[in-house]
DNA sequence: ACCTGAACACCGTTCAAGT
DNA sequence: ACCTGAACACCGTTCAAGT
C-alpha cells in the first residue's frame, strides 16, 4: 500500500479552509441527493468533507441538530413570490413557491415536511399567507385557522408526493397495473369502480386540484365575511 | 449473584407460547407507548417479550417490516363509523374515525401517517370517503381527487398534532407565552398582529375546523355538478 | 478555538449450530 | 420449524490529548 499523508491533529493552520456550519449542511444535502435520508449520518457527512465525524460536534448539535439545520436551511430557501392583491392567485403562488422550495432536493423532503422547527427559519410564507387573507378581510384568529389548513393540505400532498419517489418510464406503468389489479381484487364495490383513478397519481396536478380547490373554498368563505361598516375613504 | 436460568436453546418444547407477528407488533406498541417512536428496534421489542432480537427475523421482514408491520396495525383498527347519507355528515364522521385511530396510540401516530403501505390495511376508509361522494353524485375522477385532498389535509392536521407532543399545564402556558414572544420579535407585521393566536394550538378543535371547512368545501362542490338527466325512477 | 485518538455503548443482520 | 451463539460491520457520542 502506498503510504498516505497521515491526517494531522490539533487544530487546522490558519490560511486552510475551515469547517463551519454552512458547509456542513451543504455536505449533508450533498449525501441526501447521493444516497437518500436513511444515508445520512454524522460519519458519512463528515465523509463528505474529508473530517473526522467528531469534528461535526464543534458547528452542529449532534445528529439531531444537524438534521435541523437542513431542514432550516430549505425552508430558509422558499422564495416569496410577488403578490397580486387577488387572493386566489396569491394563495397559489405561495402554495406553489413552498412545494418548489420542498422538491428542489427530492429526496430530503420528507425531513421538512416532518420536523417541526422552533426557529424563525420558514415563517416568510406564513406572513405571506396571513397578510393575503388580512388585507382580503378575513380577521385574525380566523385567517391563523385557514393558514393551519392550508398548510396541512401543502404538507400531506407533498408529503404524498415525496415519499412515491421518482417515477418513470415503464416500471411505473408497470407498477400501476399492478395496483389497479391489487385495488380490483378488494372487493370494495366504490374502490372497484375508482380503481383505474387510484392506480395513477399525476402529483404536480394533484397538487394543483388541492390547491385550487383550497384556494377557491377560502377566497368564498372570506368573500362571505360581514365587513364591519366600511368607512367613506375605503 | 445468583444464578439464573440458563436461556435454552433451539425450538422451545410443544406446549409453550411462542412467537408470532401479532405478539410483535404488540410488543412494538408497548415499547412505542412506554418510551416513544425512537425507542423501537429489534432488540428492544425482542426484550419486551423476554426473546432474543434475532428471534424476530422468524416472523417479521427486518426492522422496516416490523415498523410496516405496527403501522398497518394501527391503520386496520380505524373503525367503521356509521353513514347517515348526508355528505358533510359522513365526511366528518369518517375523518374523525381516522384521527381517533391515529391517536389512539399518539406515540405512534407519526409511523401510520408517514409511512407509505403497499397493504391493503387501510383501504377501508377510502372506500367510505368514495362511496359517500359517488352516491352524492361525484364521478369517479373528480372523487379520487377530493379524496386525496380530504386525506392530505387530514393527514397533514393530525401529523402537526402528534408532533407537538402533549401538552398539559403550566409548561404549556409557559411554552405559549415564549413563542409569542418569539413571533412578536420577528418583525413581521401580520405575524406580531396574529401572534395571540399562532402561539397557542387547539389541536382538537383545529381539526374540528379543517374537516368542517374541508366536509362544506366538498358539499358546495357536489351540489354544483350538473346532473346528468335524472331519470324517472330517480 | 477546533480537530482527532482512543474508547464506549450501542445498533441491525447473517449464518451456522442446536433442538 | 424456530430459537440462540458467535460474529460482523456498522452507529452516535464523550473526553482527553493535541496544536
Not at 204 to 231: G, L, S
Amino acid at each position: 500500500v502506498a503510504t498516505r499523508a497521515p491526517p494531522r491533529r490539533g487544530r487546522p493552520p490558519k490560511g486552510e479552509e475551515r469547517l463551519s456550519r454552512a458547509a456542513i449542511v451543504e455536505a449533508a444535502l450533498a449525501v441526501i441527493d447521493a444516497q437518500g435520508l436513511d444515508s445520512v449520518g454524522m460519519r458519512s457527512v463528515a465523509a463528505q468533507l474529508g473530517v473526522d465525524a467528531k469534528s461535526l460536534y464543534n458547528h452542529v448539535d449532534g445528529k439531531e441538530g444537524l438534521l435541523d439545520a437542513v431542514a432550516e436551511h430549505v425552508l430558509a430557501s422558499i422564495r416569496n413570490p410577488a403578490l397580486t392583491g387577488v387572493l386566489v392567485d396569491d394563495l397559489r403562488a405561495i402554495a406553489h413557491a413552498f412545494r418548489d422550495a420542498a422538491l428542489a432536493r427530492p429526496l430530503a423532503a420528507t425531513l421538512v415536511l416532518t420536523r417541526q422547527l422552533s426557529s424563525l427559519a420558514g415563517l416568510a410564507p406564513v406572513e405571506a399567507v396571513l397578510s393575503v387573507l388580512r388585507r382580503a378581510g378575513c380577521p385574525p384568529a380566523e385567517s391563523v385557522h385557514l393558514l393551519r389548513t392550508l398548510l396541512a393540505t401543502s404538507i400531506g400532498t407533498i408529503l404524498r408526493e415525496a415519499q412515491a419517489g421518482p417515477t418513470f418510464g415503464a416500471s411505473a406503468t408497470a407498477a400501476i397495473a399492478r395496483r389497479k389489479k391489487t385495488l380490483e381484487a378488494s372487493g370494495l364495490p366504490t374502490l372497484v369502480e375508482a380503481a383505474p383513478y387510484l392506480a395513477r397519481c399525476d402529483h404536480a396536478a394533484e397538487f394543483d386540484f388541492a390547491v385550487d380547490f383550497m384556494a377557491a373554498a377560502v377566497a368564498a368563505r372570506v368573500a362571505a365575511i360581514p365587513r364591519p361598516r366600511p368607512t367613506a375613504r375605503d
